[in-house]
């Protein structure tokens, strides 16, 4: 997030652990989770103009994880920014699934303070964390800054992500650090992961790094590239079936 850190380094370093790594598919919403309903329809708009229900987030949630991610992954001349390329879609399904309701997490508690290298100590869903933390940045934003966050300038939304990153920017009830990593991760996480998990639109990302997908031989191009770079097109898992 710092202005000095250069994007295609840090992207290309994330890219290693989250290409590689493969997500849980999204499943239905469980049982009591405050999804969008029928009642309340969410949409993602994609490139090719054609619109997709949301499954979690409302309107305001994804307003503004859009503009974050502007700022974590804005577009430039080598890729496309993480919006562009479907993080937002990503979010969505992980936050309506598994991941979101906190299938392999540990949520039985005693909850105490621990330390930085015990990871994740809160006792919340991912779910239930964004949607407790949003609501909470968009409370301090509009004190500060009479805006909502999408509304503020990309250097002001970097100064105040660099703050809840810290923990300079203070929010209510949950530590602004912890939902900056996990926001970042899931923000890397759907810019490099399979398109089938609804980012990565196009395999953009990996045709940016020159990461191949889920091929699954090798033996047709050893003769062709031996002695010099390996290019070819990626391959999805959607491809496969």
Do not use: C
């Amino acid at each position: 997030m710092a202005a000095e850190l250069d994007r295609r380094d840090f992207l290309r370093t994330a890219a290693i652990g989250a290409a590689l790594a493969a997500a849980p598919a999204a499943a239905a919403p469980p049982v009591g989770q405050e999804a969008a309903t029928a009642a309340h329809p969410h949409h993602l708009q994609h490139e090719s103009g054609v619109t997709e229900a949301r499954l979690f987030l409302t309107d305001p949630e994804a307003a503004f994880l859009s503009a974050v991610v502007e700022v974590l992954i804005p577009a430039d001349q080598t890729g496309p920014g993480g919006v562009e390329a479907g993080v937002i879609a990503y979010m969505d399904r992980q936050l309506a699934g598994a991941w979101g309701n906190g299938a392999r997490m540990y949520l039985d508690g005693p909850w105490s303070t621990g330390t930085p290298q015990q990871g994740y100590q809160l006792p919340l869903t991912p779910a239930r964390l964004f949607r407790i933390a949003i609501p909470e940045v968009e409370k301090v934003v509009g004190a500060s800054d009479h805006k909502n966050f999408a509304e503020l300038t990309p250097a002001r939304r970097n100064e105040v992500l660099v703050g809840l990153d810290s923990g300079d920017v203070k929010l209510d009830t949950v530590p602004g650090p912890t939902f900056m990593a996990i926001l970042l991760s899931a923000a890397v996480e759907g810019y490099f992961s399979d398109p089938a998990y609804g980012g990565n639109r196009n395999m953009a990302a990996w045709r940016m790094i020159g990461f191949p997908g889920a091929r699954g031989a090798y033996a047709d191009d050893i003769v062709a590239s031996r002695g010099k770079p390996f290019r070819a097109d990626p391959v999805s898992l959607a491809d496969l079936q």
